[in-house]
């Protein structure tokens, strides 16, 4: 079983126009708190990463936003976190906050949540870490991007060892399970880190 004492949670920084993400992304920050796993997230006050962040913190848990400089506006940035760590580009926030995480949770979002969550996955499939990644598909809102990945799949881009980094599953108990029961696949053979 791994030890989740922190997860980082990739998201929309606009609230979308679907109630039941807003309610998933308060439910998911409430458990965080009650399992006492630190929420390692972007850093802002505003959109489902606000309200995630929102709920640890009502819930009485520990909360580390990771932000770059250039977006730490009054009106962005969530000033009653229990750390602010500022970064001075978006690629410095992101090792931050793989650094900081035993585990990474993707909500509903737009190009910035994608592009998080590729970029995790890539570095997990060159073997960068070893941490489990989990999606969240509320309501079905990625379903579409799992019919790609399974087309990937299908015509030799992706192999499905691969393709099974990725933990999918519509309830949070349930990805938690996943993510905890997780076992990484080894290195890849032609990738050899130790060669200099």
Known sequence: MNALKSICVFCGSSDGNDGTIISE??????????????LVYGGAKIGVMGKVAGSVLSNKGKVIGVIPEFLKLKEVVHDGLSELVVTDSMHQRKMKMQEY???FITLPGG??????????????QLGLHQKPIGLLNVGGFYDDLLGLLDNM????????????LLLVDDTIDGLIRKM??????PKPKWLNLDKT
Do not use: H
């Open 25 to 38: 992304a308060e439910k998911l920050g409430k458990l965080l708190a009650e399992e006492e796993i630190t």
């Open 153 to 164: 799949v299908q015509k030799g881009f992706l192999t499905i060892e691969n393709y099974k």
């Open 111 to 124: 190009f910035g949540t994608l592009e998080e969550l590729f970029e995790i996955l890539t570095w997990s």
């Open 101 to 103: 995480s035993d585990g």
């Open 180 to 185: 905890k029961e997780f076992r990484p696949i």
